[in-house]
Structures are given as structure tokens and as C-alpha cells.
């Protein structure tokens, strides 16, 4: 085995305040790096959105997390309550009134997590799903960063001269026979219309689709 890392740096557009899921993206980079076991570790790169694990499955259980966090700290642009029982607005408020509140909200979660890998992709539990929580009303574009450290699996010896020979990941890939990761890239990678533009010339995402289907006659 051969120990190696990536940095990464995920790119998220949210819809204003809510859940983005970051089960399959993250997935997908790490099906390319062709790490198989390790552990992945995420810094969102805000101050204003956090990260969470939670319920996967019942969309109710995100709607009663907003529900409490709005009623814990409301984006009403009012504070604290002051020693004559009246709140006062944030100080903070440069960029309106759910400004400081989601600073707030930021510090009560959390803005890093590690995870495990395991086979080549995030080992969580069945009902258990990875979201960014944005606090802010309106639409953002969030960076996400991703340090994954693990082991490599080594080739096959009777496929050690092809990968010596400088191929990149999608030919470790096809060495490998691994139809789901290598599904997984096809779906990470696929534009419609790409060989029509590429002028007939094959692409990695056409070698893999051929290699997929060889694997699945073989089965």
C-alpha cells in the first residue's frame, strides 16, 4: 500500500438558507483520487454556514433543525436582551439583518469535520447524510476544503509496466476493473454532447463507458 493525499476544494451554490448535500460530491472526488482508505477532512471556508451530519431520508427532520435554530436566534436584526429587558439590534449588521445572526449560528455547529474512508468512499452510517447548513437568507457560493489521506491500493503486478508507464487515474481505473467507481466517474465526468464537440475524438468518460460495458458482458 502507499500512503498519499489530495486538497481539494469543493464548490457549493445554496439557494439561501437550507441543506446542500455533499454526500455525492464528495464521493465522486474521492472515487478520482484513487485513495481507497483513509480519512477525509473538511473545513468550510466561511464564517456565515456550517457543516453537519444528520438524518438522510426524512426531509422533516432538516425543516424541525431550521425550525430550532430560527426560534434559538431569529434574523430579525435584534439582539440580545439588554438590562432594561429590551433587545437591541447587532452591532454587526453591514450586510442586513441576518448578518450577525449567522455568525451566531456558524459558532453554536461546527465548521470542520473528519471522516472516515473506506473502499473508496465516505463510510457513514445508513440514515446518516453530510450537508452544508447555510444561514445566510440569500443565495451564496460557499467553498468547501477537502484534505483526503489514506492508503493507495496497488496495482495488480501483471498491470504495474501500464501504470508505470505514466497513465493517469482513468487508466488505473480501467486496470482495476472496479465497475462502481469507475461508474461513479463516468457520472462525475459526463457532458452531453462532449464527443460531438470533441470532433469524434474519445475521451476518458468514452474509454470508460467501453470498459463498463466490457465488465458487464464479462459478468
Partial sequence: MTIAQRLHELEISTDGAGFSRLNEPLNHWIARTDITQGVLHLTCLHTSCSLTINENADPRVLKDLAAWMNAMVPQDGAGPTGPDGKRRRYLHDDEGDDDMPAHIRTALTTQTMSLSVDN????LGTWQAVYLWE???SPHHR??????IGDMADPPSDQSQLLA???NTTAKLLARRNGQRLNDVVQARHVPGAWAEDGGIETDVDLLIDRLHEISDQQ
Avoid: D, F, Q, Y
Avoid at 467553498?143 to 483526503?148: F, G, I, T
Fill in 120 to 123: 473508496g468512499r465516505l463510510l
Fill in 135 to 137: 444561514h445566510r437568507s
Fill in 165 to 167: 508507464s505514466g497513465k
Fill in 143 to 148: 467553498r468547501l476544503a477537502c484534505h483526503l
